[in-house]
């Protein structure tokens, strides 16, 4: 059986040498490539692929939000994210968008050909330096409205230009700021944006 991969990757050199690789394995054949996550559902419902091969930071949307999306949209394809940045707030994310298999990029290819069969065989499969930082850092302890509070707030934005954007008051805006950074165990709103990306909250 040949198995059909959908690749989402936003680098233009990145996505043709894994299409070229991937399509060098028997059994795989690379049917839908795009570079932006928004493109990433209309693709997989044209091409009908078994797996969707996603990274996660790509313009016009990111993979974990195309994740839920299709598995909601496309329930038969698995999702097997593929990137760069191995944060355990990114792979509790996408696990719980409904994706099947998490790997960092700096493997082998032989090792992301044989993670797409074994999630088509309905196996799980996580990098497992990354899942055990994952169950050491522990759950993501932001609310979604303290996460939105504080990617508006990474740039420096101003808490009126935040509320202005949100549709929030300053003051309630005030209070998701001073939970988030009471729980990120920071001084100020641009060090709690710093933590929360690098755990992968955001």
Not at 64 to 73: G, M, N, Q, V, W
Not at 147 to 160: I, Q, Y
Request: with cysteine; proline share 4%; glycine share 10%.
């Amino acid at each position: 059986m040949t198995i059909r991969v959908l690749l989402a990757e936003d680098q233009g050199m990145m996505r043709g040498a894994l299409a070229l690789l991937l399509g060098l394995e028997e059994d795989l054949e690379v049917v839908a490539e795009v570079a932006t996550g928004d493109a990433v559902v209309a693709a997989a419902l044209e091409a009908r692929p078994d797996v969707a091969l996603l990274d996660i930071e790509m313009p016009g949307g990111d993979g974990i939000t195309a994740t839920a999306e299709l598995r909601r949209r496309l329930p038969g394809c698995r999702v097997l994210i593929l990137t760069t940045f191995g944060r355990p707030g990114y792979l509790r994310r996408a696990m719980e968008a409904g994706a099947s298999g998490f790997l960092v990029k700096d493997g082998p290819v032989e090792a992301l050909a044989a993670a797409i069969r074994r999630i088509l065989a309905g196996e799980r499969v996580v990098d497992p330096e990354l899942a055990a930082a994952a169950l050491a850092a522990g759950p993501d302890p932001l609310t979604e409205r303290e996460r939105d509070v504080l990617r508006e707030a990474a740039d420096g934005s101003t808490v009126a230009d935040i509320a202005a954007r949100l549709h929030l008051s300053e003051s309630t805006v005030r209070n998701y700021l001073s939970a988030a950074i009471t729980k990120t165990g920071t001084r100020n709103r641009i060090e709690a944006a710093g933590v929360a990306q690098s755990k992968g909250w955001l």
